[in-house]
């Protein structure tokens, strides 16, 4: 087990990850290279009384860590069963490595926008993907996982268990995942990519995209993103120094160029980048950036995206909006609106769309930034039904966190279940049990009386 402290050699490079606004400072790293050295890692920290952390990339740190860290970023096996349509992947893996491997057979995963995103913290999460409206959450579709308890074993989870239920969206807190199974989709090639249209025509290109949206197909997963570009040398010239609409697409169909003629009728775009291409480009869709970097955000799914609602993303993320986040409204419906067979910690399946927010944090800090979201949440909060824990970002808040992300029921049987499998999770804050030899406790969002971290 590769063990390193502050100050050692290669600390600081394994405790990085892709988010820099959550400081992060454990007393201990573990560099993961296997399912036993995240046992065993587990088990050290019961014994020095150490709350454990896991960490793949660091896109989704919500909450950093002063305990032991456990990185898994070495730990990167990815096999495909290509008869079989499945893929079995290690804690470590990022999307990028399965997308390549499944689509060597004409298989692809349910990905997101950003192939660089670590495939277990993502699908934890529920994972909400680019074909999510025609086959539903990446949670909907795990086959088992590996994963070591606060006891230090290392179990195999399958349908049926109550871990199972728990990890499919509830993501932390109930152990650390060495491995994890789900289906590949038989998806070679898709229609996709993006148009972008300039800041004066952004309101129309918002009402149009709702339209259009509203009666899509399941085989179309589609995006609207609003994006202020500073005036600088680096940015690509059609977007310098303009606030956007990029309507974000991914088809599964032969007739895109039709399907997409309304959107090109609302006005001229500044960027045009349509066309069908192998599932393996998928990630230059919303080419997200790859620098890491520090960032805020929060989200907020609705029942409906009526004017009054557009105009208060536009007085608040719009153009013209003072220091305006990135904002980006996805369609849902579709097979996230249907239940799965193997149900998971749920997220509110009747939303129609979700609305989120996301600022870079400068030298005023994240509670300049969270004011700012919270004016725009405000606005919408007539029609607000929920939140979704993957696109919460450096939040420091929580157990504000899971009352919003989980609904009431999932919550309280996630806090019984942690409970009952990491039981020195449910003493006071404060308490750091040394040696209490009755397992070690794993962060999790929703522990009662947790709210410091
Ligand atoms: C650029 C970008 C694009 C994104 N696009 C999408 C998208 O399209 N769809 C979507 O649904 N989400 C998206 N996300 C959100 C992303 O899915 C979540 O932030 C996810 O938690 C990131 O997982 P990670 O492993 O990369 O990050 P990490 O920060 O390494 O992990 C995040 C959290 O996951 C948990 N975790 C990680 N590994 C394990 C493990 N082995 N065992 C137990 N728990 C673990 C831990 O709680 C950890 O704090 C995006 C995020 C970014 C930054």
Do not use: C
């Not at 790293?29 to 587990?42: I, L, T, Y």
């Not at 939140?387 to 157990?399: I, K, M, N, Q, T």
């Not at 919550?411 to 006071?428: C, F, H, I, N, V």
């Amino acid at each position: 087990m590769n063990l390193l402290r502050p100050g050692q050699d290669g600390y600081a490079e394994e405790a990085a990850g892709f988010q820099t606004a959550v400081p992060s400072s454990p007393a201990v790293v573990v560099a993961a290279e296997s399912a036993e050295d995240v046992a065993a890692a587990v088990r050290y920290a019961a014994e020095h009384g150490l709350r454990v952390a896991v960490q793949a990339t660091g896109h989704g740190l919500t909450a950093g860590t002063d305990g032991l860290l456990i990185s898994t970023r070495r730990m990167t096996g990815v096999d495909v069963d290509a008869a079989a349509r499945t893929a079995r992947v290690e804690a470590g893996a990022r999307w990028e490595a399965v997308i390549e491997a499944a689509g060597k057979h004409g298989l692809a995963p349910l990905s997101g926008s950003s192939p660089d995103v670590g495939v277990v913290g993502y699908t934890l999460s529920g994972g909400f993907g680019l074909m999510a409206r025609r086959y539903g959450r990446a949670a909907d579709h795990v086959r088992a996982l590996d994963v070591v308890t606060a006891d230090g074993e290392l179990r195999r989870v399958e349908p049926g268990s109550d871990l199972f239920w728990a990890l499919r969206g509830g993501r932390d807190g109930f152990g650390v995942v060495t491995a994890i199974e789900f289906d590949l989709m038989p998806v070679g090639e898709l229609y996709g990519g993006s148009l972008t249209f300039d800041s004066a025509d952004v309101p129309a290109v918002l009402r149009a995209w709702r339209t259009w949206s509203a009666a899509a197909p399941d085989t179309l997963t589609t995006s609207l993103a609003m994006v202020q570009y500073p005036d600088l040398p680096m940015v690509p010239a059609p977007v310098r120094g303009r606030h956007i609409a990029q309507v974000r697409i991914a088809y599964l169909g032969e007739d895109g160029d039709d399907l997409v003629a309304p959107l090109r009728a609302t006005a001229s775009s500044l960027l045009d980048t349509l066309r069908p291409m192998p599932f393996t480009e998928s990630g230059s869709i919303a080419a997200e950036p790859r620098q890491p970097h520090g960032y805020h955000g929060t989200n907020a799914t609705v029942s409906q995206l009526n004017d009054a609602m557009l105009d208060a993303i536009g007085e608040h993320a719009g153009p013209g909006a003072a220091a305006p986040p990135v904002l980006i409204i996805d369609r849902l419906g579709g097979a996230l609106a249907r239940t799965p067979e193997t149900p998971g910690v749920g997220w509110d399946r009747s939303a129609e769309y979700v609305v989120r927010a996301l600022s870079v944090v400068g030298d005023d800090g994240v509670a300049t930034v969270r004011r700012k979201h919270t004016k725009l949440f405000d606005a919408l909060a007539p029609w607000t039904t929920g939140r979704l824990l993957p696109f919460v970002y450096g939040e420091h808040a929580p157990e504000e966190v899971a009352e919003s992300v989980f609904p009431a029921a999932d919550l309280r049987r996630l806090r019984e279940l942690k409970r009952r499998y990491d039981p020195g999770t449910a003493s006071g804050p404060g308490d750091a049990h040394p040696g209490r030899g009755n397992g070690a406790e794993i962060v999790a969002i929703y522990s009662a009386g947790r709210s410091d971290r």
